[in-house]
C-alpha cells in the first residue's frame, strides 16, 4: 500500500491522512445595515472567481442591492478576478444597487490600474477593525471618485515621448 497522496501530501507514520490545506479563497458575508459586506481572503483565480460572483448575484436579488467588498484579506488575482469584478459591478448595476471595494491590496489596486478598469469601482479605504460599520456613499447611492495610486504609474507611450521627434515611418527600433 502506497503512503504517497496526490499533490506531495503522504500519510502520517500513524496511518491518519493529514488535515487538507487552506481552502484556497474563503467568503463571507453580513449585513451591516444597509450594506452587505462581503470579506474575500485567499486567493481569487480561475478556480474560483466565478464564486464571487454567484454570491453577489444572489446577493443582486435584493431590492437595491449595496454590496461592499472588503478585499483586505486578498493575497493574489488574476484577470479572471477582474473579470468577476466587472460582472459584479454590472450585476448590481441591473439591480439599481451598486458595489464598492473596500481596502484594495496593492495587488487588485495594480491589476485593475494595468487592465484600465480602476475608474469602474467606488474604492473605500474603510474602517479599521473594532471602527464604526462604514456607512458612506453606497449607502447614499453617490460613487466615491476612484483611489489616487500612491506610487507614480508610468505614463502613457504618448506622454514619455513628449518633445522627441517622431521616429522615420517603416523603421523597426529594437531594444
Known amino acids: 500500500m502506497s503512503t504517497e497522496l496526490p499533490y506531495g501530501r503522504s500519510r502520517r507514520p500513524d496511518g491518519d491522512i493529514p488535515a487538507p490545506d487552506a481552502p484556497v479563497m474563503s467568503l463571507d458575508w453580513e449585513h451591516e445595515g444597509p450594506l452587505t459586506v462581503v470579506s474575500v481572503h485567499g486567493e481569487v483565480d480561475m478556480s474560483n472567481a466565478h464564486l464571487l460572483v454567484d454570491l453577489v448575484a444572489e446577493l443582486a436579488r435584493r431590492p437595491a442591492p449595496r454590496v461592499v467588498l472588503d478585499l483586505s484579506g486578498v493575497r493574489f488575482v488574476d484577470l479572471h478576478a477582474v473579470r468577476a469584478l466587472v460582472e459584479a459591478d454590472r450585476l448590481l448595476r441591473e439591480a439599481a444597487g451598486g458595489l464598492a471595494l473596500r481596502r484594495p491590496p496593492r495587488c487588485v489596486s495594480r491589476l485593475l490600474h494595468l487592465t484600465a478598469t480602476a475608474h469602474l469601482f467606488a474604492v ?44 522615420p515611418s517603416g523603421r523597426e527600433v529594437s531594444a
Do not use: F, K, N, Y
Request: aromatic share 2%; no cysteine.
Open 124 to 167: 473605500d479605504d474603510g474602517p479599521i477593525p473594532g471602527d464604526a460599520p462604514w456607512a458612506g456613499p453606497a449607502v447614499t447611492g453617490d460613487r466615491i471618485p476612484p483611489r489616487r495610486a500612491t506610487g507614480a504609474l508610468p505614463a502613457p507611450h504618448s506622454q514619455m515621448d513628449a518633445g522627441r521627434p517622431p521616429l
